[in-house]
């Protein structure tokens, strides 16, 4: 039943409705799901999964019992699978926020004249965020359509109105998404960060809101507060940095002081974090700057000038080193995108003139807090485990300036489908297997929808890698585009089924939660080795596409893990690829190098495919059979970010 999605704005008639996020068949999970792992695993252990499967999936069976179920809990709640989602996602994690959950938006590198300008951008960006706030409080943003094959689809906006006014608030076992209620007048202030200490700016003062000037009046206080070496406060922020579960041991001992307590009631409510770097001492490149954003360089560097459980928190440092810094479970990429690129794009605008009565300002509010050598001892830890982290993360970002988006679409294939591959035959070079591969595809079509998974690693990608590399003397470079065009339509057709709400892992995820919902022992499928190691996503993609110049990055999801967020541009297409350095498994370096060298290949094969030689009829019949008539894929749906 369609669900009106948000009460139309004022001055304006029209509303819009979405449907519901579908519960798939279960047949068709279960035959995609044993598709999706036969050519991953051994013989042998596929075997066993199939009669798993089958067992759980016949007729009378609890497969049957729990698809059931979860049809009961679709027709009486508004979106089945968010929750399940958000907690296993998100909330039930327990690893450090930083690397391991937490994106970053990498801005163009700012060439500040003096400390006084960086404040200047600082200000100027506060301001664009107040008005874009204003935008999603009057409920005046318009609305998103899908994109691409299947475009036209209005998309729910509800993740745009928890940019600001979310937060996640530690817990032992698991978070909470703390959602503040929209306009509320506790949200009227943000907190700065800087040289490790926390400053209250109240954005309304005697009931009138501060504009640019008065902004940055309020900044150049701060900064001079915080170089007052006598009241420093310890470096609060590095527990935020921690595991979840230790943060939340360690919140439970502050909050048994009511200074303590005061002070991060004030940091929970807030807009947003905006946190004033000093010069990071480091040559400024797009992988450096990338690594400031994602840990800020530990604990010696800006890696405690930081709170890294708000959502959005803007980085501006002395040197021009800027970006943003994202808690994921409130949103995706798509929705951080387009709030960036407003903001950047107001960032060149003028900016207000000289403000009145500056004198009047109250002086900002430097957050206290009540340590003790038990707290120290808290600190300590967190400061050496961010530390560690800083140590093991091997990141790449890397310009890929052959060629863009436009050749592949000269080639008529979808520029995410194409790179997806790409990634399969770099993997394939670096490691000769296929391994269990995330990529995120947006759901927004349907009411609270959020993101499902593409499971790139296709038997159709590992025919292609294989003629590449195994086979690429035996074989003929019109078979080779045959199973590139195969391999390309496979990732297509996944990639229409996750993003209409047919994708697997939501579903298997459904039925494995609502299994534990009535009380049942866990069902054989999901304890299965193989349904354990398909979700072991050793590559984990998105495509974070951006109109202006900045990029996303993220931190691989398992030890021996890849991320790689990629932006593709017109003429070169932009990867930012990390790994983790006590992996031997793994080298960021190496994978763009097989990268590098796989998608040149892939261009050389497209271009001898398209020259009038004697093997070019021969290629056409080849991809024409393998496609069906009229079913060449012209372009890709919107995908969200991580």
């Not at 359509?145 to 928890?162: D, E, F, I």
């Not at 900045?550 to 999801?557: L, N, R, S, W």
Request: hydrophobic share 35%; net charge negative; charged share 25%.
């Amino acid at each position: 039943m369609p669900i009106l999605e948000r009460e139309p704005p004022k001055g304006r008639r029209e509303s819009y409705v979405l449907p519901k996020v579908p519960v798939p068949p279960l047949k068709q999970t279960l035959d995609m799901y044993l598709t999706s792992i036969k050519h991953l695993v051994k013989e042998e252990q596929y075997r066993k999964t199939k009669s798993i499967v089958e067992k759980f999936g016949e007729p009378g069976g609890t497969g049957e019992l729990l698809q059931k179920k979860l049809l009961e809990k679709s027709d009486n709640t508004h979106n089945w699978v968010y929750d399940y989602w958000l907690d296993d996602m998100y909330l039930n994690q327990r690893l450090a926020l930083p690397v391991n959950s937490n994106p970053a938006m990498v801005f163009p590198k700012q060439d500040f004249r003096d400390h006084k300008d960086s404040l200047r951008f600082a200000a100027h960006l506060i301001t664009g965020v107040l008005e874009y706030k204003e935008r999603i409080d009057t409920r005046a943003l318009p609305v998103d359509y899908s994109r691409g094959r299947l475009a036209g689809t209005p998309l729910c906006m509800k993740q745009y109105y928890r940019l600001f006014n979310t937060y996640r608030l530690p817990g032992l076992k698991r978070d909470t998404l703390v959602i503040h209620e929209a306009g509320s007048t506790e949200q009227e202030h943000i907190i700065v960060a800087c040289k490790n200490q926390f400053f209250v700016l109240d954005l309304v003062v005697k009931e009138k809101k501060l504009n640019e000037m008065h902004i940055l009046t309020q900044l150049e206080k701060i900064v001079k507060m915080a170089e007052n070496t006598e009241e420093r406060q310890p470096s609060f922020g590095l527990l935020t940095s921690d595991g979840r579960t230790e943060w939340a041991q360690a919140r439970d001992v502050l909050i048994t002081d009511s200074v303590n307590r005061e002070s991060l009631a004030v940091i929970e409510k807030c807009l947003c974090v905006v946190c004033l770097d000093d010069t990071s001492g480091v040559e400024v490149g797009d992988t450096s700057r990338a690594l400031l954003m994602l840990h800020g360089g530990g604990h010696e560097k800006m890696g405690a000038n930081r709170w890294y459980d708000k959502p959005m928190q803007f980085v501006v440092g002395e040197d021009g080193v800027c970006g943003t810094v994202c808690e994921h479970s409130p949103f995706e990429g798509i929705v951080l995108v387009a709030c960036t690129e407003y903001l950047m794009k107001f960032m060149k605008s003028l900016q207000d003139g000289e403000a009145t009565n500056v004198s009047e300002l109250p002086t900002p509010r430097r957050l206290l807090w009540k340590t003790t050598p038990d707290i120290q001892d808290l600190l300590k830890a967190s400061a050496e485990r961010l530390q560690r982290l800083v140590r093991e993360l091997d990141m790449d970002v890397h310009k890929f300036e052959v060629y863009g988006k436009e050749f592949i679409k000269k080639q008529k294939m979808s520029p995410d489908a194409y790179i997806q591959v790409a990634l399969q035959l770099a993997f394939y070079r670096c490691n000769g297997r296929l391994v269990s591969t995330y990529e995120s595809a947006s759901i927004r079509r349907f009411h609270e929808g959020r993101v499902d998974n593409i499971r790139s690693a296709t038997p159709e990608a590992l025919a292609f890698v294989k003629a590449m590399t195994d086979e690429k003397t035996s074989l003929s470079d019109s078979e080779k585009m045959k199973r590139l065009w195969d391999a390309i339509n496979a990732q297509t057709n996944s990639t229409i089924a996750a993003i209409t709400g047919m994708g697997i892992d939501n579903h298997l995820l459904g039925l494995r939660e609502i299994s534990q919902d009535i009380h049942m022992e866990v069902p054989e499928i999901f304890t299965d080795e193989t349904y354990v190691a398909s979700n072991q996503f050793i590559l984990s993609t998105s495509q974070v596409p951006t109109t202006v110049e900045m990029f996303c990055c993220y931190g691989p999801v398992v030890p021996n893990g890849y991320g790689c967020c990629y932006n593709p541009q017109a003429d070169h297409l932009l990867f930012s690829v990390t790994s983790f350095n006590g992996s031997t498994e793994t080298s960021s370096a190496v994978f763009i190098e097989a990268l590098d060298e796989g998608l040149v290949e892939m261009r050389d094969l497209c271009e001898k495919s398209n020259k009038p030689q004697s093997d070019t009829a021969a290629a056409s019949k080849a991809v024409e059979k393998s496609q069906g008539a009229g079913s060449k894929p012209l372009s890709t749906p919107q995908k969200t970010g991580k």
